[in-house]
């Protein structure tokens, strides 16, 4: 039944807002919200979401589904109802890399009527494929306060969420939270001094992300472990709704498609490397090159460090006592000038010290006997100068100590 193309969801976050998505504790028919249903068509196991109570009343309701083994978004179009039947389009893919102006392409039909408790029952129709389909009620959100009750207003809310800092649970986020809670693959490991750190992957994007498997002390990792994943989940929404854009309901009324829309965005040969880790830091490097339509893709290279025990970003300034917004303080800011390796990049006009200092940036890297050190480089640049991104000096805990402030000393030092 499956299609050999894939689909995803849309950009339209920046018209959509940020969209407020709480919990309701309330049974499944008492109000106008958009609804998640789990189940199979044939022997396929999809997550479906509705615009509405499906079998409601509600004139018009569109939805959009899922392959669990697949993640990316297929709407559903409505076409009628005829008293306790609704009947929907499954849309198909544009053909050849653009979609047609005359509207979405119809692939298979959906007719639903009620099943036993709050299920839904019914048949999935491509020519003269016929599976049936059965689906149960896992919950529903209240619908974004920018939210349209369209197939495109859902895929918008997913994309919302992606662009978000929310966390993603089954109760706020019924649809997203069933079709990213999966078994992911162990790819490597690595070891920091008597911690373990395996990197994961989604195998439906092949986005890469680490895990703390253990702490050399032997404290808990599940703080840490949920900030990571939190965040792996928000890049898999975002990589899944890119190849969704495949689809013309998805990609709204946006233009400056091409034949490569509807990929991963990139997101797939995007890589991660965790440079430290103990019971008080973690940092990692992240790097890659993102398109999901527009005019450029978004080149970057960013380090990362997270509190572990606490599950939040570190930046230098809750690090170290005199940086600021602006960058570092006259005494670290000299330091790292003396130590930059023998001057690189900084007689480039174009990258010079002098140029991006306020670039400056600190993460942390395993030294000799697997103690931390400290590397100062350029990043988080924008894509028109991602290029310059380097490291500039390392230095151990003891060359920066004075320069840390009391919170500092306590993540780094023993």
């Known amino acids: 039944m499956r299609s050999n193309t894939r689909s995803f969801m849309p950009r339209q976050a920046a018209l959509l807002g940020v969209m407020a998505v709480v919990a309701l504790n309330v049974p499944l028919s008492a109000s106008a919200n958009p609804m998640t249903f789990e189940g199979t068509v044939g022997d396929d196991k999809v997550i479906v979401e509705f615009t509405d109570d499906p079998l409601g009343g509600t004139a018009r309701v569109e939805g959009r589904f899922s392959f669990a083994d697949d993640g990316s978004d297929i709407p ?36 639903l009527e009620p099943g036993a408790r709050q299920g839904l029952v019914g048949q999935w129709r491509k020519d003269s494929d016929i599976r049936k389909i059965m689906l ?61 750190v395996s990197y994961r992957v989604d195998p439906r994007t092949k986005f890469i992300s680490p895990r703390v498997d253990q702490l050399a002390d032997g404290s808990s990792t599940a703080t840490i472990n949920e900030f990571l994943k939190q965040g792996h989940w928000r890049k898999n929404l975002a ?77 230098p300034t809750t690090l170290f006592a005199e940086w600021t917004d602006a960058g570092p303080g006259e ?23 002098e140029q991006l200092g306020s670039y400056l940036t600190a993460y942390l890297v395993q030294g000799t006997g697997g103690r931390p050190e400290v590397t100062f480089g350029i990043y988080n640049l924008p894509t028109v100068i991602a290029a310059c991104s380097r490291d500039l000096a390392t230095m151990s805990i003891d060359e920066v100590r004075e320069q840390l402030t009391p919170e500092g000393k306590d993540l780094l030092t023993d």
């Open 76 to 111: 559903l179009i409505f076409d009628r109802r005829a008293a306790a039947t609704l009947v929907l389009n499954q849309e198909g893919p544009c053909k050849d890399g653009e979609c047609a102006d005359t509207g979405p392409i119809v692939d298979a039909v959906w007719t």
């Open 136 to 196: 149960h009620p896992l919950g529903q959100r209240p619908r974004g306060a920018f939210e349209g009750a369209t197939a495109h207003g859902l895929a918008g809310a997913s994309e919302a969420v992606s662009m978000s800092d929310e966390t993603i649970g089954p109760e706020t986020h019924p649809y997203e939270f069933a079709k990213l809670n999966i078994p992911l693959e162990v790819q490597a490991k690595a070891e920091f001094n008597g911690s373990i």
């Open 239 to 315: 990589a899944l709704g890119c190849r969704a854009l495949r689809y013309r309901t998805f990609r709204g009324e946006d233009g400056g498609w091409t034949s490569d829309t509807g990929s991963l965005g990139g997101y797939d040969d995007t890589t991660v490397r965790v440079t430290y880790v103990n019971a008080g830091v973690l940092s990692f490097i992240e790097s890659g090159s993102l398109w999901c339509g527009g005019a450029s893709p978004t080149n970057f290279i960013k380090p990362v460090t997270v509190d572990v025990q606490r599950g939040k970003v570190i930046s």
């Open 331 to 353: 005494k670290l800011n000299a330091l790292v000038r003396s130590r930059a390796r023998d001057g690189e990049g900084m007689e480039d006009s174009d990258c010079s010290l």
